[in-house]
Structures are given as structure tokens and as C-alpha cells.
């Protein structure tokens, strides 16, 4: 069992920023393509950036200029600096990962809880 742990959401004003961050743990597992998703209260959930295991990057054109994905490959870890935070930005942020667990037949797409951020003055 591999479980995706996210941190770092929060209030923050119009402006702000706020860097959050997702660790993916378990046993015997390896971990390929890493991202966000958010969800805001009557929407879709939507992509908001993803990072391959290479460091290839995409982002939604929403978040490009002012969010930045990264990962540490050691520390089966992802983040996003989000930085210049509009309050269309605000919603529940889900880490989403691809993983392979040792003796499994294939890989397997998994969730983080979430973590909410606000965007409020």
C-alpha cells in the first residue's frame, strides 16, 4: 500500500503565496509521473501541473508564469510554489501520482486526500 500524504495549504491573500508539498510512502514501490489537481466548490476537478520522473513539466495555462512543479526523485516527494495567488485559485488541491508496487501487474494511478487553499482578504 502506497499512500499519497499532501501539506502546505492554508489561507493566504490575493497576492500571496503558498508552496505545497506531497510524499508519497510505503514499501517497494517506485513512483513515475507526479502532479496537482485542484477542485473548486461546483467545478470539475482540473490539472493544474504535472512533472515526469525526467522533469518534463505541463501546466494548465491558468497557472503558467505563476506556479512552479518540482520533485525530489530521493524523497518520492513533489511541490508547487504558487506564488501571485488569486482567489480563482482557491479550491481543494489533490497530489496524483504513478505507481508501480513491487508484485503488482501494472502501474496504478493514486490520490492524495487533498488540501485546501484559500485565497482571502
Known amino acids: 500500500q502506497v499512500q499519497l500524504v499532501e501539506s502546505g495549504g492554508g489561507l493566504v491573500q490575493p497576492g500571496g503565496s503558498l508552496r505545497l508539498s506531497c510524499a508519497a510512502s510505503?514499501?517497494?514501490?517506485?513512483?513515475?509521473?507526479m502532479g496537482w489537481y485542484r477542485q473548486a466548490p461546483g467545478k470539475e476537478r482540473e490539472l493544474v501541473a504535472r512533472?515526469?520522473?525526467?522533469?518534463?513539466?505541463t501546466y494548465a495555462d491558468s497557472v503558467k508564469g505563476r506556479f512552479t512543479i518540482s520533485r525530489d526523485n530521493a524523497k518520492n516527494t513533489v511541490y508547487v510554489q504558487m506564488n501571485s495567488l488569486k482567489p480563482e485559485d482557491a479550491a481543494v488541491y489533490y497530489c496524483?501520482?504513478?505507481?508501480?508496487?513491487?508484485?503488482?501487474?501494472?502501474?496504478?494511478?493514486?490520490w492524495g486526500k487533498g488540501t485546501l487553499v484559500t485565497v482571502s482578504s
Open positions: 496524483n501520482a504513478n505507481i508501480y508496487i513491487s508484485g503488482d501487474t501494472q502501474w496504478r494511478t493514486t
Open positions: 510505503g514499501t517497494n514501490f517506485r513512483v513515475d509521473t
Open positions: 512533472i515526469v520522473s525526467g522533469g518534463f513539466t
